[in-house]
């Protein structure tokens, strides 16, 4: 007995989500790509505040507290490519918090460029 031409399209469904499969990974790693990248600047933005309020809050030392406060912001795997500067002028700290953007996995590889993240607080009379 013979089939019909036209007939059985059994698997079809299957065949064609194997087919997509590598474009719908693609399509989620690159989501998550991007998210890494937008987290990235976030860290960086909100490292940066803290060092610039934790250098107005101290009498003595503030670019040392300024750098300590921004570097502990961090979380660990984004802490190995980073690096705080505080500086102060016309009675203002600004700190600049500079990261690596890891490459799909925080901690394993990073992009060869970095995010600049910066803040800036005005300095608190010592009364």
Known sequence: MRRPLGGDDRGQVSVEFLGLLPLILLVLVLLWQFVLVGYSYSLAAHAADRGARAA?????????????AAEDQLPPAWQAGSSASCTTEAGLWKATVRISVPVLFPGVASFPGHITGSAGAAKEDSR
């Open 56 to 68: 107005t809050a101290t009498r003595d030392g503030g670019a040392g507290a300024c750098r300590t």
